[in-house]
T-cell receptor, first 118, second 112 residues
Framework: DAGVIQSPRHEVTEMGQEVTLRCKPI?????LFWYRQTMMRGLELLIY????????DSGMPEDRFSAKMPNASFSTLKIQPSEPRDSAVYFC????????????????FGPGTRLTVL | AQSVTQLDSHVSVSEGTPVLLRCNYS??????LFWYVQHPNKGLQLLLK??????LVKGINGFEAEFKKSETSFHLTKPSAHMSDAAEYFC??????????FGAGTRLTVKP
């Protein structure tokens, strides 16, 4: 398996522009997570999906951020309009529910998208 | 709710000496615990995990961690550090599949 795939790996844009980050989870995984990592705040969970349905978006900073998962193999995180404070590395991760398994299963992370908003 | 504290933000060791990265957790249940490693400009990679089986867990690259319920600790160790171990390490606690709590991270520096 290729693992979690994210694109683009780097994105540089100007303030006010729309940014779309993409993620392809590992096949068969039913959970998908979006994280943001900054020096100041560390790793923050933005939103997660279960079976393509958004379950908890309480970590999304504000209405400028939106995420979708139209099918089991694709998700997007969109920022519109972007601001310099959105500059960060955005990670997508996926995992699967193991019936009868332990509490919590490991998440598999993509390589991240480094976003710079000028 | 669960939480995790990594006791050192930065650890520096010499190559060939032991590594100890400390982690304490808080949980109302019997949680799963993980250590992830992040090399510069890379994603997070799972080093090892504890899921209520053996308390001493062996991971990749010679790392291991011991779950100590009485001390609510899950410290990461390695007998002999290698230059390639220099990275950021995250301790994680999880009580359910959709809820992982990450520590703030420990940066490991390995001196030649």
């Amino acid at each position: 398996d290729a693992g979690v795939i994210q694109s683009p790996r780097h994105e540089v844009t100007e303030m006010g522009q729309e940014v779309t980050l993409r993620c392809k989870p590992i096949s068969g995984h039913d959970y998908l997570f979006w994280y943001r990592q900054t020096m100041m705040r560390g790793l923050e969970l933005l939103i997660y999906f279960n079976n393509n349905v958004p379950i908890d978006d309480s970590g999304m900073p504000e209405d400028r951020f939106s995420a979708k998962m139209p099918n089991a193999s694709f998700s997007t995180l969109k920022i519109q309009p972007s601001e310099p404070r959105d500059s960060a590395v955005y990670f997508c991760a996926s995992s699967f529910f193991l019936a009868g398994g332990p509490r919590g299963n490991e998440q598999f992370f993509g390589p991240g998208t480094r976003l710079t908003v000028l | 709710a669960q939480s995790v504290t990594q006791l050192d933000s930065h650890v520096s060791v010499s190559e060939g000496t032991p590594v100890l990265l400390r982690c304490n957790y808080s949980s109302s249940y019997s949680p799963s615990l993980f250590w992830y490693v992040q090399h510069p400009n890379k994603g997070l990679q799972l080093l090892l995990k504890y899921t209520s089986a053996a308390t001493l867990v062996k991971g990749i690259n010679g790392f291991e961690a011991e779950f100590k319920k009485s001390e609510t600790s899950f410290h990461l160790t390695k007998p002999s550090a290698h230059m390639s171990d220099a990275a950021e390490y995250f301790c994680v606690v999880s009580e359910s599949n959709n809820d992982m709590r990450f520590g703030a991270g420990t940066r490991l520096t390995v001196k030649p």
